[in-house]
């Protein structure tokens, strides 16, 4: 199947600092990438669509100015958590979407940020 | 707004056992329903899917099942494995876009040997 990459897998940061996460599809194209969220034991929360060449939506509740994301190119979208406070710690985890397959959607490997 | 439930949120099976789990959305409109296996702190792997012209697709030992009535689906796992166990989480598109997923809480199967 279609590969989507991100990195890094594991982060540590410093309170008050900014982190960029990036989520590349390797092997494909993707118009449309997604970012999520996930606590410990918890379902996967959807943070923002992120679409190629224009501003991200962004779900209720979910700070844009905190959480900029930006899709600049088909096969790369960043999220950059910026002013990090700890609990801000958490699972962040990218999706793309596949087109030529059918809109079938792959998961990136997911990042582990721990704002200390 | 959109919810998918999903239940059970535990489930402990026998290793050769079925398990099934099921879920329920509440956008009429949605037409692509995946379900995703999670192992700890790795990422949702997709296992099968469904969309909303077939009613029930098989792939090995996995199965699922779509009542578009009802607005349920179910994941149905036969002759369960010890490497099963993990978290399986169901999903429903809305927005009438197949790439916006909203998920349910997960289940987390136990295959005990």
């Known amino acids: 199947g279609a590969v989507v990459s991100q990195h890094p897998s594991r982060v540590i940061c410093k309170s008050g600092t900014s982190v960029k996460i990036e989520c590349r599809s390797l092997d494909f194209q993707a118009t449309t990438m997604f970012w999520y969220r996930q606590f410990p034991k918890q379902s996967l929360m959807l943070m923002a669509t992120s679409n190629e060449g224009s501003k991200a939506t962004y779900e209720q509740g979910v700070e844009k100015d905190k959480f900029l994301i930006n899709h600049a190119s088909l096969t790369l979208s960043t999220l950059t958590v910026t002013s990090a406070h700890p609990e801000d710690s958490s699972f962040y985890i990218c999706s793309a979407r596949d087109r030529l397959l059918g809109n079938t959607i792959y998961f990136g490997e997911g990042s582990w940020l721990t704002v200390v | ?113």
């Not at chain 2, 010890?82 to 987390?108: H, M, R, W």
């Open chain 2, 1 to 113: 707004g959109e919810n998918v439930e999903q239940h059970p949120s535990t489930l402990s099976v026998q290793e050769g056992d079925s398990a099934v789990i099921k879920c329920t959305y509440s956008d009429s409109a949605s037409n692509y329903f995946p379900w995703y296996k999670q192992e700890l702190g790795k990422r949702p792997q997709l296992i099968i899917d469904i969309r909303s012209n077939v009613g029930e697709k098989k792939d090995q030992r996995i199965a699922v099942t779509l009542n578009k009535t009802a607005k349920h689906f179910s994941l149905h796992i036969t002759e369960t494995q010890p490497e099963d166990s993990a978290v399986y989480f169901c999903a429903a598109s809305f927005g009438g876009s197949q790439g916006n997923l909203i998920f349910g809480k997960g289940t987390k199967l136990s295959v005990k040997p």
